[in-house]
């Protein structure tokens, strides 16, 4: 991890940390890279980041379109592993 699949995440702020627990996680902000074109991007509001009413997220490239489905506990996570941000080597995709 940083790698969630389609995408490897430098950075995410949201509300997972709070007593409500994982599955109210909303994300308000994250950067990216899409793993399928290389692009970096900032999302933050639709189409980017959908934030989901169970507490996933919905994740789309802005340049190729390329989406994915995050549970809120895998935010949660980076933040606990990453409180800083992410700023290893990434592989080109």
Known sequence: MPNIGSFYLFEVDCNGLTASGPEAVKVHWLYAQCTHCGQNFMGTCPPTLVNLPDGGTVVECPNCASRQAVAGQ????????????????IPAP
């Not at 592993?81 to 080597?89: E, K, M, N, Q």
């Open 74 to 89: 895998t935010f949660v996570d980076f933040m606990d592993r990453f409180p800083t941000g992410f700023s290893g080597p």
